[in-house]
């Protein structure tokens, strides 16, 4: 069977979003736009696998929608959502979780590194999460998925689960999606330990640059990143131990679009006096254009919620077909 070329990603609104969400997510969504019918997706449902104040909910929601758009979403020729107005994630995540294994879920790592020593505490939501991401996925039988580096293993369990939902059912009714894992900037690391991603649920606000910060939160925050003594090196396999100096490096790479080795070209030998600075700059430059767009995104509510109810209404359109087809195949009268 052929498929249309569709994209489908989705950010949590967990938290205030970050660098690591927009060059490892949010970036990379925009150029998609011209080749690929796609969907983005503020998934709400997945943010509720931990606690979240629901005031504040609703508020991440509108500021994750906030962000596709002032990034360059075109909310008219693609979709723009939230998860939660279209049921059929909820129902196909189900039909999924009674043809994913125990045994795959329990080697999810993201699960393994959130639940930590907590994991007869948290919620089952937590466990299944993976399997809800694969029905958000394949109710639209999207073909690819712009996605960071820490998403990959959830990715590769979507393939099985619509593998084993062919093999068990009808061959070739769902794609086998490719992840889209590209750019300088596929993982960003803490600003203040390298070995340790960037995240929503960071405790330390020195460690993450929020798309929201101001000019002078973000220069601050570079100038007080963790470095080393040492200049940089001329290639970049020489950073392979320098855990911070490589995350600022590719940082900047990201941002300029360029190669990691073109920001080598050119500020190779110079200390983190010079190029802390020069990747401020950089930083305020790209960044500070969208985050001005995504406060008038934001002061306007009801615009918001009209794009994310306009959105849920197209994107319920494709997934009504996919559910009745799957219900059909299942054996569920509808
Ligand atoms: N540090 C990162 N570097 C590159 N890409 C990243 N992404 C997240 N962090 C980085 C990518 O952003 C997209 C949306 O992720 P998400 O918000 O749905 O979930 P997450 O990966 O769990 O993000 P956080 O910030 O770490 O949230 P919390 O702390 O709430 O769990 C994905 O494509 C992801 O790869």
């Not at 997510?25 to 011209?34: D, G, S, T, Y």
């Not at 925050?221 to 970049?236: G, V, W």
């Amino acid at each position: 069977m052929s498929f249309t070329n569709r994209v489908f990603a989705g950010i949590k609104p967990s938290g205030d979003l970050h660098l690591g969400n927009y060059l490892g997510a949010i970036k990379r969504f925009v150029p998609l736009q011209e080749t690929h019918e796609c969907i983005y997706c503020v998934v709400d449902m997945h943010a509720i696998t931990v606690w979240q104040d629901p005031k504040i909910l609703a508020q991440s929601t509108r500021e994750v929608a906030a962000a596709y758009l002032a990034a360059g979403i075109d909310a008219k020729k693609h979709i723009i959502f939230n998860q939660s107005q279209v049921a059929g994630h909820a129902e196909l995540a189900w039909i999924f979780n009674c043809v994913a294994r125990m045994g795959w879920m329990q080697r999810m790592t993201q699960f393994k590194d959130k639940a930590g020593k907590n994991a007869q505490n948290v919620s089952l939501g937590l466990f299944a999460y993976p399997s809800l991401m694969a029905a958000d996925i394949l109710l639209y039988k999207a073909t690819h998925v712009p996605v960071g580096e820490d998403q990959k293993q959830h990715l590769e369990l979507t393939r099985d689960i619509a593998a084993k939902f062919n093999n068990d059912f009808e061959k070739d009714f769902f794609p086998l999606p490719e992840p889209i894992i590209t750019g300088a900037a596929t993982r960003v690391m803490s600003l203040r330990d390298g070995t340790k991603k960037m995240s929503k649920s960071e405790s330390s606000s020195l460690a993450t640059i929020y798309m929201l910060d101001d000019e002078d939160a973000i220069a601050k925050k570079i100038k007080k990143a963790r470095t080393d003594p040492e200049p940089l090196p001329q290639n970049f396999d020489d950073l392979e131990n320098r855990l911070e100096a490589k995350n600022l490096v590719s940082i900047y790479a990201a941002l300029a679009d360029i190669s990691p080795q073109e920001v080598l070209n050119q500020y190779g030998g110079e200390g983190f006096g010079v190029f802390k600075p020069a990747l401020a700059q950089l930083a305020v430059e790209k960044l500070a254009p969208m985050n001005k767009e995504m406060r008038r995104y934001l002061d306007d509510k009801a615009q918001i919620d009209e794009i994310l109810k306009d959105g849920a209404n197209r994107a319920r359109e494709i997934a009504k077909t996919t559910m009745k087809q799957v219900k059909d195949i299942v054996g569920f009268i509808s």
